[in-house]
């Protein structure tokens, strides 16, 4: 189908309409002309407008058969998506091996379309060479990451994909992140898999209730690296800012405090996170608590220097040590400066830049490039959040969050404990309790946290 064609120049939207509706008169006068085309439904701006537009869909209906019915569409189908989940995986696949299409068109496909879409994708996933073979066990939906089958993906970042998957024999379901492998020059394979064993490991020491939990990690068949979690019902901050706009201060002030005691946990441990940004901060449903928060993505966390130590030498990052590595728009000063070793109030600085967005809808600073946004975060004073949210923020909220914002680390808070304490003295018209926590999920996102 074409989409977006009224950002074509009024004139190309009038020709392409034309060629449209003369090859579906051609085609129904038995003429065979290519391409063949029907217009299910045309309307200009103003249709929608006047309430014209539904009807003439509603009257304009095309029957689309099964894929089991057209079967002779299968191969240009398994092209298409191919073609496509191999650049998006950035894997060398080129066709299907013979023996792999006779099984796609010979499968029953009681998924239809998206399941043939699924199980390209988790082959190419897992693709070692140009010709992809498809397993059989691929059609009765078994591939397998360690103990766990993959379902479904759940989303895909710069680090990797995270799945939906579920253990073979507890059959508990679990969120199975699959990393991207970055290696710098100076690395091995066996340096990166030391790195990737470091970082698990690092994870895996954290109990904090508000840590997403680490159950599992290894290497798969074709050499990526993956880790297990728990499962959460809901969604982050980035998603519900963007989809319900700026949050009222004694939400973010809750959410902050469950925030601060899983940094105070890794912090403890000598760790900083480093990238701590609103898709990082989840806001979840655990059993029956609601805005339950647990910080995700620990997976560029560093070691603090011990005394005495050697910081470097103790890098946990999946990527090569030494690297600039976080989020520009939430990155402290010294993280861009790097010419100390970092410790907690880096991630205290980011923790404050996410509740920043998250209570105006807009970053600290504005910026075309990450090179403008860095300079902003290590040079310019920061705007008063009350300056440009359209919610009211407690002024106390806002003394602690712009002494987080400090450049200087030292005039900022010395521990994620200290900002809980402060966060935990602040006093607001009306608390955020429990009750209207399960009042909001049910009115804005039921489908987030249904069981």
């Known amino acids: 189908f074409l989409d977006a064609i009224h950002e074509l120049p009024l004139e190309h939207q009038r020709e392409l309409q034309e060629i449209l509706e003369h090859q579906e008169r051609a085609g129904a006068g038995g003429e065979m002309s290519l391409p063949d085309a029907r217009v299910i439904a045309s309307t200009t701006r103003e249709s929608p407008r006047g309430g014209m537009f539904v009807p003439l869909l509603a009257k304009n209906q095309i029957v689309v058969p099964a894929l089991k019915d057209r079967r002779e569409d299968i191969p240009a189908l398994v092209e298409h998506f191919v073609r496509r989940h191999a650049r998006q995986f950035g894997k060398p696949v080129e066709s299907v091996s013979q023996e792999s299409m006779r099984r796609l068109e010979t499968y029953a496909w009681p998924g239809n379309i998206r399941e043939l879409d699924t199980v390209l994708e988790r082959a190419i996933l897992v693709a070692k060479g140009p010709v992809l073979e498809i397993d059989e066990e691929l059609l009765d939906d078994k591939l397998a990451i360690g103990s766990y089958r993959l379902i479904s993906q759940l989303g895909s970042g710069g680090m990797g994909e995270v799945w939906l998957a579920r253990h073979r024999l507890l059959a508990r379901p679990a969120a199975v992140k699959l990393i991207r492998q ?15 064993e470091r970082e698990a490991q690092v994870t895996a020491r954290l109990r904090s209730p508000h840590t997403v939990q680490l159950y599992d990690f290894g290497v798969n068949d074709s050499g990526s690296f ?3 979690m728990e499962l959460l019902q809901g969604l982050d901050l980035q998603e519900i800012v963007n989809r319900f706009g700026p949050q009222a201060a004694e939400r973010v002030i809750a959410l902050l405090r469950q925030a601060c005691r899983s940094l105070a946990e890794a912090h403890e441990h000598g760790l900083v996170h480093r990238d701590i940004k609103p898709a990082n901060l989840f806001v979840a449903r655990l059993g029956n608590e609601y805005d339950y928060l647990k910080v995700l993505d620990f997976g560029i966390v560093k070691d603090l220097p011990s005394p005495g130590g050697n910081a470097d030498s103790r890098a946990t990052l999946l990527t090569a040590p030494n690297l600039l590595q976080g989020t ?21 600085y980011s923790l404050a830049c996410a509740a920043y967005w998250v209570l105006t809808g807009q970053l600290l600073f504005q910026a075309s490039t990450a090179a403008q946004m860095l300079l902003h975060h290590a040079q310019t004073p920061p705007a008063l959040p009350s300056e440009v949210s359209e919610l009211p923020i407690p002024r106390d909220l806002e003394l602690v969050l712009m002494q987080c914002l400090e450049k200087d680390r030292e ?23 429990e009750e209207r926590a399960r009042a909001w999920w049910g009115a804005h996102a039921p489908e987030a946290i249904a069981p």
Not at 182 to 196: C, I, N
Not at 411 to 433: D, G, M, N, V
């Open 182 to 196: 970055e290696v710098s020059p100076g690395d091995t394979r066996e340096q990166l898999v030391r790195r990737f």
């Open 226 to 228: 993956y880790y297990v």
């Open 328 to 348: 520009p728009a939430f990155m402290a000063p010294e993280v861009i400066f790097g010419d100390r070793p970092l410790d907690g109030r880096a991630d205290l």
């Open 411 to 433: 005039k900022r808070p010395s521990s994620a404990l200290e900002l809980e304490s402060r966060l935990a003295h602040i006093r607001c018209q009306e608390p955020w309790t």
